[in-house]
T-cell receptor
Framework: DAGVTQSPTHLIKTRGQQVTLRCSPISGHKSVSWYQQVLGQGPQFIFQYYEKEERGRGNFPDRFSARQFPNYSSELNVNALLLGDSALYLC??????????????FGSGTRLTVV | AQKITQTQPGMFVQEKEAVTLDCTYD???????LFWYKQPSSGEMIFLIYQGSYDQQNATEGRYSLNFQKARKSANLVISASQLGDSAMYFC??????????FGTGTQLKVEL
């Protein structure tokens, strides 16, 4: 079975631009969460979607938005990019709304560089 | 709110030796869980081990074990018989209220010959 897949793996954007990151969860998983990992830090929670509804939001500005599609894949959008948005964006999937004792299954992430 | 603290930015260990990675937590939630993840240079977070706040025994998974001390609010990861492939970043994370994980800042482990 395929794991959590994220695309693209790397991209470079200019300040002020907009970016869309994509995530396909493990087949059968209905929950997708997004995390931002700035270099040298641990991942920070951005959003969780479950059954296409937003179920949690971290402390991020409104420039960050997300959605989940009927097939449970998800997109993370970031508008008006800032240099500080440069990070590894991780997607995590789960079959549950909550976190099981096995945690989430993470993808390999999208490395976003803003110049 | 939950806070996870990892005070070791980097650790070195010789192959086949054991190593302990420190993690302390601070939470007001009586029902919490603690996870350890491994992050190789590829970026993927790999689940290693879990300890629930009500678990009576320390968790073990193969060469990984958790030294869980509630009174000290610590959940240290012990890796026995280190291998070169264990070289990676290691993150402690907490599950508190809601459905998010709160991560520490990580420890970079390097296994040497």
């Amino acid at each position: 079975d395929a794991g959590v897949t994220q695309s693209p793996t790397h991209l470079i954007k200019t300040r002020g631009q907009q970016v869309t990151l994509r995530c396909s969860p493990i087949s059968g998983h209905k929950s997708v969460s997004w995390y931002q990992q700035v270099l040298g830090q641990g991942p920070q929670f951005i959003f969780q979607y479950y059954e296409k509804e937003e179920r949690g939001r971290g402390n991020f500005p409104d420039r960050f938005s997300a959605r989940q599609f009927p097939n449970y894949s998800s997109e993370l959008n970031v508008n008006a990019l800032l240099l500080g948005d440069s990070a590894l964006y991780l997607c995590a999937s789960s079959s549950l709304l909550g976190i099981s004792n096995y945690g989430y299954t993470f993808g390999s992430g999208t490395r976003l560089t803003v110049v | 709110a939950q806070k996870i603290t990892q005070t070791q930015p980097g650790m070195f260990v010789q192959e086949k030796e054991a190593v302990t990675l420190d993690c302390t937590y601070d939470t007001s939630d009586p029902s919490y869980g603690l996870f350890w993840y491994k992050q190789p240079s590829s970026g993927e977070m790999i689940f290693l081990i879990y300890q629930g706040s009500y678990d009576q025994q320390n968790a073990t998974e193969g060469r990984y074990s958790l030294n869980f001390q509630k009174a000290r609010k610590s959940a240290n990861l012990v890796i026995s018989a280190s291998q070169l492939g264990d070289s990676a970043m290691y993150f402690c994370a907490g599950r508190g209220g809601g459905n998010k994980l709160t991560f520490g800042t990580g420890t970079q482990l390097k296994v040497e010959l």
